[in-house]
């Protein structure tokens, strides 16, 4: 029996972690605990397998005067959980990075390739206060103490929050759509469960980049999600010169831009349970 704690009632991973588990109740026993108070410190982290950190912000605000509340939040309370979780007697911690601590999506018509040999280059404060309790937790690994940083790309599945549940109410309406091929690492929330299940299971520390055998293209999106409902969609050739002036905005190159894990980093065939296109069957039920 592994004794887990997650650290962050009611999120969205942390809740589904949680379910995923369920699966297996002769092998795991899970608590979460509420971080927004300061009552979490009074708990004892002792006789805990690992702990599983997903508290945090997790949506991205260029907002300058939420900037001490990011770094107070996914940066100083992290660490501090981990330094608790070390003291206490806590056998592995796992920590909920970003694939966003590389930084921003190319323009449209370039792309990123996130290498093993790639470095972090945060281009906003949400994505530099992951990255500084990413490099800081790992700090406090030891042979006693196992530390592993999940870095995943885009989350989704039924239930989530941010743009893939925009993208699928844009389908809804969007017959005509720009032929703008793009590649984006994204992972369905059942695959990462299982990623960090594994990791927990088999003690690994280290850093990981879990992510879906297929990359994704936001027209592939449109066009799946639609033509699972059972409607066409006309898709309109974008001159080379209309994308050029349209990758000048930030709004653009988010919805169009490229940014994938190198396959080299991903062992996808150990953890997928759900294929791309099931995923969006799931998601798309949830939204009837």
Same mark, same amino acid.
């Given at each position: 029996?592994?004794?887990?704690?997650?650290?962050?009632?009611?999120?969205?991973?942390?809740?589904?972690?949680?379910?995923?588990?369920?699966?297996?109740?002769?092998?795991?026993?899970?608590?979460?605990?509420?971080?927004?108070?300061?009552?979490?410190?009074?708990?004892?982290?002792?006789?805990?397998?690992?702990?599983?950190?997903?508290?945090?912000?997790?949506?991205?605000?260029?907002?300058?005067?939420?900037?001490?509340?990011?770094?107070?939040?996914?940066?100083?309370?992290?660490?501090?959980?981990?330094?608790?979780?070390?003291?206490?007697?806590?056998?592995?911690?796992?920590?909920?990075?970003?694939?966003?601590?590389?930084?921003?999506? #190319?323009? +449209?018509?370039?792309?990123?390739? $996130?290498? @093993?040999?790639? *470095?972090? /280059?945060?281009?906003?404060?949400?994505?530099?206060?992951?990255?500084?309790?990413?490099?800081?937790?790992?700090?406090?690994?030891?042979?006693?103490?196992?530390?592993?940083?999940?870095?995943?790309?885009?989350?989704?599945?039924?239930?989530?929050?941010?743009?893939?549940?925009?993208?699928?109410?844009?389908?809804?309406?969007?017959?005509?759509?720009?032929?703008?091929?793009?590649?984006?690492?994204?992972?369905?929330?059942?695959?990462?469960?299982?990623?960090?299940?594994?990791?927990?299971?088999?003690?690994?520390?280290?850093?990981?980049?879990?992510?879906?055998? #297929?990359? +994704?293209?936001?027209?592939?999106? $449109?066009? @799946?999600?639609? *033509?699972? /409902?059972?409607?066409?969609?006309?898709?309109?050739?974008?001159?080379?010169?209309?994308?050029?002036?349209?990758?000048?905005?930030?709004?653009?190159?988010?919805?169009?831009?490229?940014?994938?894990?190198?396959?080299?980093?991903?062992?996808?065939?150990?953890?997928?349970?759900?294929?791309?296109?099931?995923?969006l069957k799931r998601m798309l039920a949830d939204h009837a």
């Open positions: 029996m592994k004794n887990i704690l997650i650290t962050g009632a009611g999120s969205y991973v942390g809740t589904s972690f949680e379910k995923w588990l369920s699966q297996w109740p002769d092998k795991y026993h899970a608590d979460t605990i509420d971080m927004i108070d300061g009552t979490w410190r009074e708990k004892s982290f002792k006789g805990y397998d690992a702990v599983f950190h997903v508290a945090g912000i997790a949506h991205v605000s260029a907002d300058p005067s939420k900037k001490d509340l990011y770094y107070r939040i996914n940066r100083d309370l992290a660490i501090e959980t981990a330094q608790k979780a070390k003291a206490d007697g806590a056998k592995q911690f796992v920590f909920m990075s970003s694939m966003i601590i590389y930084g921003a999506d #190319e323009p +449209v018509g370039k792309e990123k390739i $996130i290498t @093993k040999d790639t *470095k972090p /280059a945060p281009s906003d404060f949400y994505g530099d206060s992951k990255l500084q309790a990413d490099i800081a937790i790992q700090k406090l690994a030891d042979d006693s103490f196992i530390v592993s940083i999940m870095r995943p790309p885009v989350i989704y599945g039924p239930g989530c929050k941010g743009n893939f549940p925009k993208l699928l109410k844009l389908a809804k309406y969007a017959f005509i759509f720009p032929n703008i091929d793009n590649r984006r690492s994204m992972i369905y929330i059942d695959n990462f469960c299982e990623c960090v299940r594994q990791v927990i299971d088999e003690n690994k520390g280290g850093v990981f980049f879990p992510q879906n055998e #297929e990359y +994704v293209s936001t027209k592939d999106v $449109i066009v @799946k999600a639609r *033509k699972l /409902a059972g409607h066409g969609t006309l898709l309109l050739p974008c001159p080379k010169f209309v994308i050029n002036q349209f990758s000048k905005n930030a709004t653009f190159n988010k919805a169009f831009g490229s940014k994938i894990y190198d396959r080299s980093l991903s062992q996808c065939n150990k953890y997928i349970t759900v294929g791309f296109n099931d995923g």
